[in-house]
C-alpha cells in the first residue's frame, strides 16, 4: 500500500527483517584430539560399552541471556495473595466443561456455584481476540510469514465451481464485446472493479494519483464514451498497465511486460485483474515486513492481553496447561530431585516440560498456552529425530573404521551430507538399507583413496548390521545420542547466562545442525514463557505447595 522504489532483487525497498536468532559457532570441528575422542567413544559403544565423554567445543547460543533475562521479568514474583491467583485461574473442579478439541476452541460453559454467565458477545470478543493474537504471534516468530493466494484444492468442488463462474464472467463480456453495436454493461463492472483495485493499492495520503485514477477512469464519462460509440478500451488498458508498472514489485516486471504485448481485450483484462490480485498481496507482504519490528516489540504485551480476556470467558481455560506442568512436577517429586527453592523449582519443571513438546504423545490435549506454536514443535521433533538417527549412524561408522578417521578429516563432513540427503526419501526403515550401502561406499572409497587397508568382513557386517538397526527406538547407540541431544537443548533453554554451551561428545560433526535446532528451540521457548510465565509460575507454586 505504498509507492516504493524498485530493485534489481525483486523486493521492495525499505524492507526490515528480523535477523533470525540462531545460534553462533565458536571454533572449528575437528582436530587430532577431538576425533581419537570420539573414535574411543564410538567404539566402547560398539564394544558393549557406554560412551566416555570427550574434547567437545562449545557454542555460543545467541540469544540465551536475554531470553533468560525476559523469563524472570514476566514470570516476575510466584508469590501473591490467595485473592489474586485465585482472580487469574479458575478452577472448575468437578462442574468443569468436557475436553475440548485440541487448538483455541470456545468451549462451552458450565454453570457452577456460584453462577457464572458470559454473554455471546464477550464470547465472540474473546474469540476475535484470540484470532488476533494468533497472527501476531506468527507474524512475531516466524521471519517468513507471508500471506498467500488461497486457492481451492485440485479437482474439489469448489474450485470446480470457482472456475465455472470465471468462465462465465469472460464468456459474457465475449459475446457483449462482440455484438453490432457492441454491449459495454459488463465491461463497466469490470472496469470499475479494477478501479477499486488500484485505488486500493495506495495509501491515504496518496491524494494526487488517486484523484488521478478517478478522473482518468471516471464510469460514467467511459459510458458516456460508450453510448457515443467512442470508446477506445485498449486506452484504459495502456493507462492501467502504466499505473502498475509505477507501483508493482520487480518480480511483477514479466508479467507487466507480457500484458503489454497482448493485443486481445479478453486476455489483457483478464491478465490485469490477475496481476492487480498479485499486486495486492505484495503489498500487504511489505506492510507486514514494514510493521514487523513493531509488532515483534509489542508481541508480548499483545498477547498477554488477548489471552487473558480469553481466560475471562473460560471456566478453566488452564486445564491442560496445569495438567502438563504437573506431570513434571510429580516426576520430579518423585526422582527426588526437587529443589527447596521455588524459582529452581520453576526452572526445573519448565525444563522438562518444554523438552516433553518435542516427543508429544499425541493421545494428551496440547497446553492452551502453546497450541499456537504446536505445529513449530512438531517440526522442530522432525528435525531432532534427523540429527539423531544421523549421529547414530556416524558413531556406529566412526566405531567400524577405527583411527584411520584421523586421517580423514574432511569424510565425516561428507558422510553426514550424504546421509542427510537419503534421509529426505522417506521412511527411516525403508532408507536404512541405502543409508548402509552408502556408507559402505563411502568407507571402501575414502579407505582406498587414502592407501588404508579395507574394512574385513566380518567388521563390515557389524557396522551394516548396526546401522539396519537404528530404526529401533531401543537402539542402545541411538539412546544414547537422543539423550545428548535432549541433555544439550535442555541446558540451552535453561542457562540464565550467555556462557557457549558445549555440544555433547561425539556429536561435534552435527554442531551446525545443534546449533540451529537449538537456537530455534531457544526463540521458541523464550517468547513462550515471556508472554506465559507468569502463569506457569503460579500453577507450580500452587501445585508444589499442595504436594
Known sequence: MVLVEKTDKGAPHGMDRRKEVTPKEEGAVGGKEEEAAEEAASRELLGGEGGRPEASLPVDV????????????????????????????????????????RGFVLPSVVAASPPKFVSLEEIMQAANGVTNMALAHEIAVNKNFRLEKLEPPENSLQKQIKDTMRRAFWDVLAEQLAEEPPNYTQAMVLLED????????????????????????????????????????????????????????????????????????????????????????DMANFAIEQIRPHIMAQSVDYEKKKFAEFLETQ??????????????????????????????????????????????????????????????????????????????????????????????????????????????????????????????????????????????????SLMTGQILEVSNPDHRIRQLVKSRIYEFLGHVISSQTAAPVQIPPGLSSLQEEMSSMAGTFLRLVSHNRSVFGEYYANIITELSEKS
Open 62 to 101: 545467541g540469544g540465551a541471556k536475554e531470553g533468560a533475562r525476559l523469563r524472570y521479568e514476566s514470570e516476575g514474583s510466584s508469590s501473591g495473595s490467595d485473592e489474586d491467583k485465585g482472580k487469574r485461574q479458575r478452577t472448575g473442579g468437578s462442574g468443569s466443561p468436557p475436553r475440548p478439541q
Open 194 to 281: 479494477i478501479k477499486n483495485m488500484m485505488l486500493s493499492l495506495l495509501l491515504p495520503h496518496h491524494t494526487k494519483i488517486k484523484d488521478e485514477v478517478s478522473e482518468v477512469l471516471d464510469i460514467d464519462l467511459v459510458r458516456q464514451q460508450a453510448e457515443a460509440e467512442v470508446l477506445d478500451f485498449k486506452h484504459y488498458a495502456q493507462y492501467i498497465i502504466s499505473f502498475m508498472s509505477k507501483l508493482c514489485a520487480p518480480v511483477r516486471d514479466e508479467k507487466i511486460r507480457e500484458l503489454t504485448q497482448t493485443t486481445e481485450i479478453i486476455p489483457l483484462f483478464r491478465g490485469i485483474l490477475e496481476t492487480l490480485d498479485l499486486m495486492k498481496l
Open 315 to 460: 471456566e478453566d481455560g488452564l486445564e491442560y496447561t496445569k495438567s502438563w506442568l504437573g506431570r513434571h512436577l510429580r516426576a520430579i517429586e518423585e526422582k527426588g530431585e526437587k529443589s527447596s527453592n521455588i524459582r529452581a523449582v520453576i526452572n526445573q519443571v519448565l525444563t522438562k516440560a518444554y523438552l516433553e513438546l518435542l516427543e508429544w504423545n499425541e493421545e494428551e490435549f496440547y497446553p492452551e498456552t502453546l497450541v499456537m506454536d504446536q505445529s513449530r514443535f512438531a517440526d522442530l521433533n522432525v528435525r531432532v529425530q534427523r540429527v539423531t538417527v544421523v549421529g547414530t549412524v556416524l558413531l556406529v561408522t566412526a566405531g567400524a573404521v577405527g583411527s584411520p578417521f584421523q586421517g580423514m578429516p574432511s569424510f565425516k563432513s561428507h558422510l553426514k551430507e550424504h546421509i542427510m540427503l537419503l534421509m529426505d526419501d522417506g521412511d527411516l526403515e525403508k532408507i536404512l538399507p541405502n543409508i548402509a550401502d552408502q556408507v559402505k561406499k563411502e568407507v571402501s572409497d575414502a579407505l582406498k583413496q587414502n592407501g588404508i587397508k579395507q574394512l574385513d568382513s566380518e567388521v563390515e
